[in-house]
């Protein structure tokens, strides 16, 4: 059983930064990729960025070159740090983990709001 629990959301200006964290507790070791979604108002869920247990790192177009996923190991914590914020990055920021068995978990997400 894991459980993660995502925190950094607020309110920020557009041009502004975030930095979200998503502390896992239980079972890490049966992690493959942890990975941050995002789901803004009457829009699908997205994925926004996933790091793999390699360290490899992907990400979706629109957040490419401003956003960064990193983990660090020894503290369990993944973190998705937010630069030059737009109004359109506005959403629940969501934590998952992918396990090696096929199976996914979420957090119960973070709001995130850009104001122009």
């Known amino acids: 059983q894991v459980q993660l629990v995502e925190s950094g959301g607020g309110l920020v200006q557009a041009g502004g930064s975030l930095r979200l964290s998503c502390a896992i507790s239980?079972?890490?070791?049966?992690?493959?990729?942890m990975a941050w979604y995002r789901q803004a108002p009457g829009k699908q869920r997205e994925l926004v960025a996933g790091i793999s247990s390699g360290g490899s790192t992907n990400y979706t177009d629109s957040v490419k070159g401003r956003f960064t996923i990193s983990r660090n190991n020894a503290k369990n914590t993944v973190y998705l740090q937010m630069n030059s914020l737009k109004p359109e990055d506005t959403a629940v920021y969501y934590c998952?983990?992918?396990?090696?068995?096929?199976?996914?978990?979420w957090g119960q997400g973070t709001q995130v709001t850009v104001s122009s």
């Open positions: 239980g079972s890490t070791f049966s992690i493959n990729v």
């Open positions: 998952n983990a992918k396990f090696y068995s096929g199976l996914w978990s």
